[in-house]
């Protein structure tokens, strides 16, 4: 059985390899996907606390609430890969660029 730890360990770098990212690349489909890895490193942390607090061989309510928080975390990261793909494409249209310093510019 792989330690928590470990789990830990991997969210946290996940984590930071989507801050750098969001912070680094001017690129407006690179952010999204650096922030949807940045969710889904939250979900790896939810799951691995989850797992560590189940006991036993039962599933408690409190063991499942890790997954089940995962499923709406998931649900919101659809919803905003949906709205952001719609962004990138209204503004694609307009400026034939993704460059995120270049939405400013945008005038309606």
Do not use: C, W
């Not at 409190?62 to 649900?75: H, K, L, P, W």
């Amino acid at each position: 059985m792989v330690p928590t730890s470990y789990y830990i360990l991997l969210s946290a770098i996940l984590f930071t390899i989507g801050v750098v990212g969001v912070l680094i690349r001017r690129n407006a489909i690179i952010v999204f996907m650096s922030v949807e890895l940045m969710l889904n490193s939250a979900n790896l942390a939810f799951v691995a606390f989850a797992r560590a607090f189940q006991t036993g061989n039962t599933v408690s309510a409190a063991a499942m609430s890790g997954q089940v928080f995962v499923f709406f975390v998931m649900t919101v990261a659809a919803a905003e890969v949906a709205v952001g793909l719609a962004l990138i494409v209204a503004i694609f249209k307009n400026k034939h660029s993704i460059d995120v310093d270049q939405v400013h510019q945008l005038k309606g």
